[in-house]
C-alpha cells in the first residue's frame, strides 16, 4: 500500500466485487485493526462471566490483550493487561480470580480492581522522583469506552464516535431477542468456551454467516446422514427422534426453501438472515417453556417473542449471534490468515432445563470441536484464503443480485435469501470504516 | 530527551522481604488440598492382558475405519465422551467435545462416507498407541472393569502430522460376546486450549 492509502482502499472495493488484497494483505490488516476492531464497539464477554469480585476474563480486542473484571463495588471494567511499570502482563490465564487486587510477578506492585494503583514495594526509593501513586501513567490503562447492553459487554478503544446502543441500531434485536426468550428477561453464561482457529481471513468467516446458498451444498454429507438416521430412529422408537437431529437434517431443505429467507443490512455493517429451522414443536417441554413465557410477558407479548424469526444476527465486526438457539461467537482476528473464535451459549434464566438441552445440542453439534458442521465450514474459509493468497485472479465475486437491494433509511432488504446482500452491505460498512482515519 | 532534576538521594533503611510484603495485603496463603489417591485394583495376569488386548483391538479397529466393528464394541447404551475440561465428573447436561451414543456416531460415520463429505478430502490417517494400562476396578461377580490408559495419535492430513495424547478411561461390561464399553471417557491434555483442526472421528 503506498500513495493515497485511502484511495488505494477505494480502488479496493467495487459495488460488486472486492479485490483478494482485502483479505491476504497484511498492510491491510494492520489497518482494519486499528480502523475497525481498536476504534469501534467490539465485544468483550458477558457479565456473567465474571459473578464475583475479582473474577476476571482476558482476551484480545484488535491487537490489545484486554482483560474484563468484577469489582468489589460490582461495577464491570475492561482494561488493558498490561503493568504500566514495566509491561508485563498482570493476568497470563484465560480466566480466574485474582483476589482483592492484581498483583504483578515481576516487581510486585498490586492494583486495585479498577486499574488504579494501590501500593508497590519500597515505595519510599521513589522519593524525589516523577514517580507519583496517584499519577494515571502508573495505573492500568481503562479501555476508552465501556458500555454493556442487556449484560453484554462491549469496548471501545477510542474515545470518539456514538454510544453502545447508537451503534449497535438494527442489531440490538440480537441481544433483545435471546434475553426476551427467556421468562426472567435475563440470560446467563454457560462457563464452557470452545476456541476454534480458522486458518483464514475474519471477513471469510462473517461472510459465510448469512449465505443461505452455502448451507445444503457445504453440509450436503451431515445433512443427508442425519436425516437418515432420524428415518432409522422414528422407525425403530415409533417416536419423532429429537430436535437435535433435525438442527442437522435441516440442511437438506432444497434451494427454494433457502431463496425464501430474508436477509437485511443495518447501518455500520450489521445483517440478520431469518430463521429455517422451526424451533416450536409441541411437545410436553415446549408447552412447559410458553406457559411460563405467557405467565411472565401476557399472551400476546410472549407470542410476540417466540414468533421472531432470526437465524443469524451479525453484529459488526465482532460477533455471530444465534439468539433463538442462545449461540454466539465473537470473532479475534490473529493475523491476515488466522482469526480465533470464542464460542459460547447460554441458559434463558426461568425456562426449564429441557430448553437449554436444546442450546447445549445445538452447541454440541454445531460449535464442538467435534462439529460435523463447522468442519466444513472451515476447511472452505481455508480453501478460500489459500486461493485468494494466489495471482490465480484479483477479485472476488459478490455478483449475486447485485444492484436489486431495496433500502430505506439506511436498512437494506434482499429481495431473495439467496442474494449476496450481507456481503455487499459489509463491504461498504468496512471502506467507510477504513477511509475514516485512524482513532483517536 | 527531556531534562529532569532529580532530588539528591536519601540514604533509606529498607525493611521486611517480599513474602511479608505480600502477606501484609493478601494474609497468609490456605493450606494446600489433600488429593485422594488413584484407585488401583489386584487382577491375575490373564485378566490385565485380556483388557490390554481389547484396548489395542479397539485402537487398530479406530486406525483402519473398521466401522461397524467400532460400533460394535459399545454395549447398546453405550457413550464415547470427551469432555471440554478434566474436571468433569459427567457428560450429562455439559458442554462436551464428544458425547455420543451409537445413533449420533452413525451419523458421524454415514457422513464421513459421503461422496461429498468435503473435509475428508483426503481422508486422515490415523496410528494410535495405548499404554500404562492400570485396572482400576473389577467386579469380580459381574467382571466388569473399569480401566484406565494413556494414548497417543498421530494424524496425517494434507501433508501435515498432527499429535493428539490424553488419557483413556474405559467402563466396560462383561458379555457372552466379550467386553463392550458401557463409557469411554477421553480426556485431551490439550482440551482446554484452541482447536486448530475439527476432530472428524473418535480419537
Redo the contacts between chains.
Keep these: 500500500m503506498d500513495g493515497s492509502v485511502t484511495g488505494d482502499i477505494r480502488a479496493l472495493v467495487e459495488p460488486d466485487r472486492v479485490h483478494r488484497k482485502c483479505y491476504t494483505d497484511p498492510d491491510v490488516f494492520d489497518m482494519e485493526m486499528r480502523n475497525i476492531h481498536e476504534t469501534v464497539w467490539v465485544y468483550v464477554g458477558h457479565e456473567s462471566q465474571v459473578k464475583n469480585p475479582g473474577d476476571y476474563y482476558t482476551t484480545l480486542i484488535g491487537r490489545q490483550p484486554m482483560v474484563m473484571v468484577r469489582a468489589k463495588d460490582g461495577k464491570v471494567h475492561v482494561l488493558y493487561n498490561r503493568c504500566p511499570h514495566r509491561g508485563a502482563l498482570l493476568c497470563p490465564d484465560r480466566h480466574g480470580n485474582t483476589g482483592q487486587t492484581f498483583k504483578c510477578s515481576y516487581h510486585a506492585w498490586r492494583f486495585n480492581l479498577d486499574g488504579s494503583l494501590l501500593k508497590v514495594p519500597v515505595v519510599e526509593q521513589y522519593a524525589g522522583t516523577r514517580f507519583d501513586l496517584a499519577d494515571k501513567q502508573f495505573h492500568m490503562k481503562p479501555a476508552e469506552r465501556t458500555e454493556s447492553y442487556r449484560g453484554f459487554v462491549f469496548c471501545s478503544l477510542s474515545h470518539d464516535g456514538p454510544d453502545l446502543k447508537t451503534y449497535l441500531s438494527g442489531a440490538l434485536r440480537a441481544f433483545d431477542d435471546m434475553c426476551d426468550r427467556a421468562p426472567d428477561g435475563e440470560v446467563e453464561v454457560v462457563p464452557t468456551c470452545f476456541r476454534m482457529i480458522q486458518k483464514s481471513n475474519w471477513k471469510i468467516f462473517l461472510e459465510n454467516q448469512l449465505d443461505a446458498v452455502h448451507p445444503s451444498i457445504t453440509h450436503e454429507s451431515s445433512g443427508r446422514a442425519a436425516l437418515e438416521v432420524e428415518k432409522d430412529i422414528e422407525k425403530r422408537t415409533g417416536h419423532k427422534a429429537p430436535l437435535s437431529y433435525h438442527y442437522i437434517s435441516a440442511f437438506t431443505e432444497p434451494f427454494f426453501r433457502w431463496d425464501t429467507l430474508n436477509t437485511m443490512g443495518f447501518p455500520n455493517g450489521h445483517c440478520t438472515l431469518e430463521g429455517y429451522m422451526g424451533l416450536r414443536p409441541r411437545d410436553p417441554d415446549t408447552l412447559e417453556y410458553e406457559a411460563a413465557m405467557e405467565k411472565s410477558y401476557g399472551k400476546k407479548r410472549a407470542e410476540e417473542i417466540l414468533n421472531v424469526n432470526l437465524h443469524h444476527v451479525l453484529v459488526y465486526p465482532s460477533l455471530s449471534v444465534q439468539s433463538p438457539l442462545q449461540q454466539l461467537r465473537a470473532v479475534r482476528p490473529l493475523a491476515a490468515d488466522r482469526t480465533l473464535t470464542e464460542i459460547w451459549h447460554f441458559r434463558l434464566k426461568g425456562a426449564p432445563e429441557a430448553i437449554y438441552r436444546r442450546s447445549l445440542d445445538y452447541y454440541y453439534l454445531v460449535n464442538a470441536p467435534s462439529t460435523m458442521i463447522n468442519a466444513d465450514d472451515l476447511d472452505n474459509f481455508w480453501r478460500c484464503h489459500t486461493g485468494l493468497a494466489s495471482e490465480g485472479g484479483d477479485w472476488v465475486s459478490f455478483h449475486r443480485n447485485a444492484g436489486q437491494d431495496p433500502h430505506k433509511d439506511g436498512v437494506y432488504t434482499s429481495v431473495t435469501g439467496m442474494s449476496e446482500l450481507p456481503m455487499r452491505h459489509m463491504m461498504k460498512a468496512w471502506t467507510e470504516y477504513m477511509t475514516k482515519g485512524a482513532r483517536r | 530527551m527531556t531534562d529532569?532534576k532529580?532530588?539528591?538521594?536519601?540514604p533509606?533503611k529498607?525493611q521486611g522481604s517480599?513474602t511479608e510484603?505480600?502477606e501484609q495485603?493478601?494474609g497468609a496463603p490456605p493450606p494446600s488440598k489433600k488429593v485422594p489417591p488413584l484407585p488401583v485394583a489386584k487382577v491375575a495376569q490373564e485378566l490385565q492382558t485380556a483388557v490390554e488386548q481389547f484396548l489395542y483391538r479397539q485402537a487398530e479397529i479406530l486406525d483402519d475405519k473398521h466401522w461397524d466393528e467400532w460400533l460394535d464394541l459399545f454395549t447398546t447404551d453405550g457413550r464415547y465422551w470427551?469432555p471440554?475440561?478434566e474436571e468433569q465428573t459427567t457428560g450429562d447436561?455439559?458442554?462436551?467435545?464428544?458425547?455420543e451414543d451409537l445413533?449420533?456416531m452413525?451419523?458421524?460415520?454415514?457422513?464421513?462416507n459421503?461422496?461429498?463429505?468435503?473435509?475428508?478430502k483426503p481422508p486422515h490417517k490415523h496410528c494410535h498407541l495405548v499404554s500404562n494400562v492400570v485396572i482400576e476396578k473389577h467386579d469380580p461377580a459381574s467382571g466388569d472393569i473399569v480401566v484406565r490408559s494413556r494414548f497417543h495419535m498421530a494424524e496425517f492430513r494434507r501433508d501435515n502430522v498432527r499429535h493428539f495424547v490424553g488419557k483413556y478411561r474405559h467402563e466396560l461390561k462383561k458379555t457372552p460376546n466379550g467386553y463392550k464399553i458401557k463409557l469411554q471417557r477421553v480426556d485431551l491434555v490439550n482440551a482446554e486450549?484452541?482447536?486448530?483442526?475439527?476432530?472428524?472421528t473418535w480419537l
Excluded: T
Design positions: 529532569i532529580f532530588a539528591a538521594a536519601k533509606n529498607i517480599a510484603w505480600a495485603i493478601d470427551m471440554a475440561s447436561g455439559m458442554a462436551n467435545v464428544f458425547y445413533d449420533l452413525k451419523v458421524r460415520i454415514k457422513r464421513v459421503h461422496p461429498r463429505a468435503w473435509s475428508q486450549g484452541p482447536y486448530e483442526y475439527v476432530l472428524l
